[in-house]
């Protein structure tokens, strides 16, 4: 769908410099650019390239200027852009309805307005909301609630009893509610410890593909509202994650760690059993945490260490080589003889 630049700049919040009636039909990268394409920059690099692209007009943050394009000129670039593509190319849209194939339980409460596509299985007493999506191959457990506006992608498993907000969207291969790892040693065996209790979704959630999160043993493993999770993610029961928080890919949270809001791990990054991690941590990437964080804290390494302590221990570490050296000339002129291994 065409937008005009004026018409583009009003939808998200920026400011036309240069004609405000000029057709934008699609968005690129510079390097794609067409006459009547939109593209975007977010520093000098980007912008230079921009300038000479074919495109009809960028979007650029304010300290920009341009005597050879249309500028969209915004507070922040990389905002903007997220919300252009947005509107060139808008999420698909999907009929209302129950597909042929589809096995819904006769107790289930399924909004008229939601989609049920091929071959999804609804269980009994489940609930779904207004104009929610069941992609194709989907199956729900008994007694699940599904909020407004939710959508799973193909193949996306939800459990009996787990609770998703409004405006979650899960892709392909995820997993909600499956048993958390619970055994007790007995008698030789592990024996299974039921897992009875539920996850519970917030609004506006994001699950990227196969990440599981596991149903609680008791009470609830809790999601908080806007908090965006990457694919291969595994959160583990009764974890507790806070608003806003990000978990990137091939991170895992082990039983009962509750985290703050606006937390972020990063990819390949563990968080030991039972820890209390606080609002705004990072985790770096392959982070090893095995104990409590206060508020604030950026962490790397394993076992986790703050920021500069660790920024420390590898240059201190860098420094051995010629550290070791200077240490075998100082026993040279002392007459010390180095020692042999088997004296070590």
């Known amino acids: 769908m065409p937008f005009t630049t004026a018409e583009i700049a009003k939808l998200i919040g920026g400011q036309v410099v240069g004609d405000g009636n000029a057709t934008l039909k699609s968005f690129t990268t510079a390097e794609n650019a067409q006459i009547s394409d939109l593209t975007f920059a977010e520093n000098e690099d980007y912008f230079a390239r921009a300038e000479q692209s074919a495109a009809t007009a960028i979007i650029a943050d304010k300290r920009f200027s341009s005597s050879k394009k249309i500028l969209i000129q915004v507070p922040n670039a990389r905002v903007a852009f997220a919300k252009a593509l947005a509107l060139f190319f808008p999420d698909q849209k999907f009929a209302a309805g129950i597909h042929s194939t589809a096995i819904v339980a006769a107790s289930a409460k399924i909004d008229p307005s939601a989609h049920i596509g091929p071959y999804c299985i609804v269980g009994e007493r489940t609930q779904i909301g207004a104009r929610s999506v069941l992609q194709s191959r989907n199956s729900v457990g008994d007694d699940a609630k599904l909020g407004e506006d939710v959508n799973l992608f193909p193949n996306v498993t939800i459990y009996s009893r787990s609770e998703i907000g409004n405006r979650v969207r899960i892709h392909a291969g995820t997993v909600i509610g499956s048993d958390g790892y619970g055994y007790v040693f007995d008698g030789g065996i592990h024996r299974k410890v039921p897992q009875i209790g539920i996850v519970v979704i917030?609004?506006?959630?994001?699950?990227?593909?196969?990440?599981?999160?596991?149903?609680?043993?008791?009470?609830?493993?809790?999601?908080?509202?806007?908090?965006?999770?990457?694919?291969?993610?595994?959160?583990?029961?009764?974890?507790?994650?806070?608003?806003?928080?990000?978990?990137?890919?091939?991170c895992g949270i082990a039983g009962s760690s509750k985290l703050g809001n606006y937390v972020i791990v990063?990819?390949?990054?563990?968080?030991?059993?039972?820890?209390?991690?606080?609002?705004?941590?990072?985790?770096?990437?392959?982070?090893?945490?095995?104990?409590?964080?206060?508020?604030?804290?950026?962490?790397?390494?394993?076992?986790?260490?703050?920021?500069?302590?660790?920024?420390r221990q590898i240059l201190a570490t860098q420094r051995l080589p010629a550290l070791l050296k200077r240490v075998a000339e100082l026993e040279k002129k002392l007459g010390i003889e180095p020692k042999k291994k088997s004296e070590e």
């Open 202 to 250: 917030g609004d506006d959630v994001e699950i990227g593909a196969n990440a599981a999160i596991d149903r609680a043993a008791l009470g609830s493993t809790v999601i908080g509202k806007g908090t965006k999770i990457d694919n291969l993610v595994h959160i583990a029961h009764n974890v507790e994650v806070g608003e806003h928080c990000l978990l990137i890919g091939q």
């Open 266 to 311: 990063a990819g390949q990054a563990g968080i030991s059993g039972h820890l209390k991690i606080g609002n705004r941590v990072t985790a770096g990437g392959q982070a090893g945490v095995i104990n409590d964080i206060p508020d604030g804290q950026r962490l790397f390494g394993t076992p986790a260490l703050p920021e500069q302590q660790i920024k």
